[in-house]
């Protein structure tokens, strides 16, 4: 039997459950570092690494993830739950809420990556890091751990650029192959579009995103049958400051 993906179980344990699922080069320590906040709000925080060493006899896909998040609540005893997904864990959280309708609640998506389709509306650096991924993975995790060195940018606060500086140092403990490996699955086709999501989703962008810009969330906006899209100040690092927002959104 595999092992559960590494996770944590914090806030309110009687609460709301809620999973969250980190961005790409970060891991389940990516988050606000207070986590009081989700016990304030009654919130079950359960957050679940993608990061780490390959999974023996698994290939990354979308669909396989829903299914590592089936094991975790699961285990954990969680019928109903919201979920959300920063960045590169945005199409992960909406194949959990396409993988299980009846019991994922709520999707908060917060300046996520986007479809194959809209792939162009990545940075240069991002699509081309993506193309190596694609037909050379081990090169392209040189590529990555190279970037995942340098400086996290800053999210405004002290206590959160520690928290996402100590998530990008977890993120590559093992180094970069998960990555690769994910981005390359996330330039493949899904095996579910967003019209099969039919929950709510709550989409979460800051004005000046250029790592995930606004046009993304729009093309989410007309693809996805229950959509709200929350255009807010501020850049791709927006989860760290409306961290208490997004989970009440998805608690709800």
Do not use: K
Request: glycine share 10%; aromatic share 6%.
């Amino acid at each position: 039997m595999q092992p559960l993906p590494t996770h944590d179980d914090v806030g309110d344990p009687s609460g709301r459950p809620v999973v969250y699922l980190h961005g790409g080069g970060d891991s389940r320590l990516s988050r606000h570092p207070d986590d009081s906040i989700a016990a304030e709000l009654g919130v079950r925080l359960v957050a679940i690494d993608r990061c780490g060493p390959a999974r023996h006899g698994r290939r990354r896909t979308l669909l396989a993830w829903a299914d590592e998040v089936t094991a975790v609540v699961d285990a954990l005893g969680i019928e109903r739950f919201g979920v959300v997904g920063w960045s590169a864990g945005g199409p992960h959280a909406l194949a959990v809420a396409a993988a299980l309708p009846e019991r994922a609640t709520r999707v908060g998506l917060v300046g996520s990556m986007p479809t194959p389709a809209g792939a162009g509306a990545l940075p240069v650096d991002v699509r081309r890091v993506t193309r190596v991924a694609r037909l050379a993975p081990r090169l392209a995790a040189r590529m990555l751990e190279r970037w995942g060195r340098q400086p996290v940018a800053s999210t405004g606060d002290p206590m959160t650029d520690d928290a996402y500086a100590r998530g990008r140092v977890e993120s590559f403990r093992h180094g970069g192959l998960w990555l690769a490996r994910e981005l390359a699955c996330l330039a493949r086709p899904w095996g579910f579009e967003p019209a099969d999501v039919r929950v709510p989703v709550t989409l979460w962008w800051g004005e000046s995103d250029h790592v995930c810009p606004p046009s993304i969330a729009r093309d989410y906006a007309r693809a996805l049958p229950n959509a709200e899209l929350r255009l807010v100040e501020g850049n791709h690092q927006l989860l760290f400051a409306r961290w208490r927002d997004i989970l009440a959104d998805a608690a709800s």
